[in-house]
């Protein structure tokens, strides 16, 4: 395993390096923000049906409980579950009705630099934590469990404790309130949809300064994503210390670079242990 330079506090002034996209040409399969005054919704343009409009995350479940009394309500989200390299950034957020940041999306709908314009206005008017599962405790939970893992720390950091969570997903996390559980929440309920944020633009950040830390793999570029460029440098410097050594692309760079440090799966036939009904009363 490739060792890398000791890693040190994140510098919190990293940003995102990545381009700022050109404005798409007027095409089939375009994204353009819908007119009017507050920015809420895209439309995309599909070639044979015609136009579909993409409705934002709204308010409205978090302020249904505000008025039956139920607050403060947290969302959390993560970011970082595909990719080869890095930890699983999982964060939480608590809006203040009253000061909720205009733009609020999924952070997958939005460019690098909306990102980081919001990223900044959630952390001036809103309650958030974030916690990270390395991949150390990727590889030995896996990574739905340790995503769920950190989900659950970062609620658990909040600075007041929420009395209502929604979590993106299909999956509940074990917090000390009420919890739901929202598929495309990101997409749909505005308090995840700024968790959203904080976690993709922390990761982002994180990976920069990995980047540093650990040259040659692109991580800067790629934030630790399975692309051509990443696969490529994995199977020329081979796994990094940094890398998920489950995964699949990375078990492959070290049977290559360190073929006596992959231990060979255990033969499953070659020996059979029966154990009896008897044996079975016996230890109960």
């Given at each position: 395993m490739r060792r890398c330079g000791a890693f040190r506090t994140m510098?919190?002034?990293?940003?995102?390096?990545?381009?700022?996209?050109?404005?798409?040409?007027?095409?089939?399969?375009?994204?353009?923000?819908?007119a009017g005054a507050k920015g809420a919704g895209k439309t995309i343009a599909k070639p044979g049906k015609g136009i579909i409009a993409v409705a934002p995350p709204s308010f409205r479940r978090e302020r249904a409980l505000l008025k039956q009394g139920i607050w403060p309500v947290a969302g959390c989200d993560e970011a970082g579950r595909g990719p080869l390299a890095g930890p699983v950034v999982a964060a939480a957020v608590i809006l203040?009705?009253?000061?909720?940041?205009?733009?609020?999306d999924d952070s997958k709908r939005l460019s690098a630099e909306q990102r980081e314009a919001l990223f900044d206005k959630i952390c001036k008017t809103s309650a958030f934590?974030?916690?990270?599962?390395s991949p150390a405790r990727i590889d030995r939970d896996n990574i739905l469990r340790a995503s769920l893992w950190a989900l659950s720390r970062a609620v658990r950091a909040l600075p007041e404790a929420p009395k209502h969570v929604f979590v993106d997903g299909r999956d509940r996390i074990d917090v000390d309130c009420n919890c739901e559980a929202v598929i495309g929440g990101d997409g749909l309920v505005m308090s995840i949809a700024a968790a959203s944020i904080v976690a993709k633009v922390t990761r982002d950040r994180l990976m920069c300064a990995l980047a540093q830390d650990c040259p040659g793999y692109g991580f800067e570029q790629h934030k630790g994503y399975g692309v051509p460029e990443h696969l490529a440098a994995l199977d020329r410097l081979g796994p990094s210390v940094h890398h998920r050594s489950l995964f699949a692309?990375?078990?492959?760079?070290?049977?290559?670079?360190q073929p006596l440090a992959v231990?060979?799966?255990?033969?499953?036939?070659?020996?059979?242990?029966?154990?009896?009904?008897?044996?079975?009363?016996?230890?109960?």
């Open positions: 510098p919190t002034m990293i940003r995102d390096q990545a381009k700022k996209p050109g404005r798409p040409k007027a095409a089939s399969g375009a994204v353009t923000k819908a203040d009705p009253n000061r909720i940041p205009k733009g609020l934590a974030v916690a990270m599962a692309p990375v078990v492959a760079a070290r049977q290559k670079h231990r060979p799966e255990p033969d499953l036939f070659a020996e059979i242990t029966v154990v009896t009904s008897t044996e079975i009363s016996l230890q109960a």
